[in-house]
């Protein structure tokens, strides 16, 4: 295995989620699949990951996002001004959990939580360091 090439995100309106994760990651569409169908979805290219954006049944958008016992719990992304992702998101009305300073086991480090527009947990990580 070379990588994690990409993250599926059902999602319950597909535009809206694109431009959230364009504006506030820097994601660019890399290709649309079955473009102008019921069907369509969209892949977004940030380095060399990806996250695939797909419609959510009709049922299922009425439901926001949330926790999970089990399964996925957030998305996290480095960022090297995590005050400055934070004013960015705020500019947009998007209130994030309060900072969490990692200092004591990761020198710099520090975090935030927040929800994208379908209620998905998001992390921001500024100087993450790996241990090993």
Do not use: W
């Not at 995100?9 to 820097?26: S, V």
């Not at 500024?126 to 090993?132: A, H, L, P, R, T």
């Amino acid at each position: 295995m070379n990588a994690i090439q990409h993250i599926a995100i059902n999602c319950r309106d597909l535009k809206q989620q694109e431009q959230f994760y364009t504006r506030h990651f820097g994601f660019r569409r890399a290709r649309v699949f079955n473009s102008g169908t019921p069907g369509e979805f969209i892949l977004l290219r940030l380095g060399s990951a990806c996250i695939e954006l797909f419609s959510a049944s009709d049922d299922a958008k009425k439901i926001m996002a949330q926790s999970q016992s089990v399964g996925f719990t957030h998305l996290a992304f480095e960022v090297d001004d995590l005050d400055a992702a934070i004013a960015k998101l705020q500019e947009d009305g998007i209130q994030p959990e309060k900072i969490i300073d990692l200092s004591s086991s990761i020198p710099g480090g520090r975090v935030c939580f927040f929800h994208d527009p379908d209620g998905n947990r998001l992390e921001l990580m500024q100087g993450y360091k790996d241990e090993f």
